[in-house]
C-alpha cells in the first residue's frame, strides 16, 4: 500500500472546500502571511499500515466564519455563522481525514 501523498491530500482538501462549500482554492507558490486577528487550525491523525502523519487545516477566523456561513447557507455576518467557525473547520478537516 502507497503512503498518502501530500498531493493527495490536497487535491481532496480541495474538492472538498469545493463541493461542500463552495471555496474554489488554488495553489500559492509564497502564501501570504496570516494577518492579525486570529488563527483556527483544525488536526486529524492519520494512520496507515505504512505510514502515519497529521493533517492540519489552518485559516483566519474570517475565513472560518464564512465557511461556516456557506456550510449552514447563510450570508456572511449572519446569525449563527459568526459563532460556528471552529466547528466549521472541524468539520471540513472531518471530511478529508
Known amino acids: 500500500m502507497n503512503p498518502i501523498r501530500d498531493e493527495q491530500l490536497s487535491r481532496v482538501t480541495s474538492q472538498v472546500l469545493e463541493e461542500a462549500a463552495f471555496f474554489l482554492l488554488e ?15 483544525g488536526r486529524i491523525a492519520l494512520h496507515g499500515p505504512t505510514s502515519a ?3 492540519v487545516i ?3 477566523i474570517d475565513v472560518s466564519e ?27 478537516v472531518n471530511i478529508v481525514g
Open 53 to 55: 502523519g497529521e493533517l
Open 27 to 41: 495553489r500559492a507558490e509564497n502564501p501570504p502571511p496570516f494577518r492579525d486577528g486570529g488563527l483556527l487550525a
Open 58 to 60: 489552518a485559516t483566519s
Open 66 to 92: 464564512a465557511l461556516a456561513a456557506n456550510l449552514l447557507g447563510l450570508e456572511p455576518g449572519e446569525g449563527e455563522a459568526t459563532s460556528h467557525g471552529t466547528d466549521a473547520l472541524g468539520e471540513i
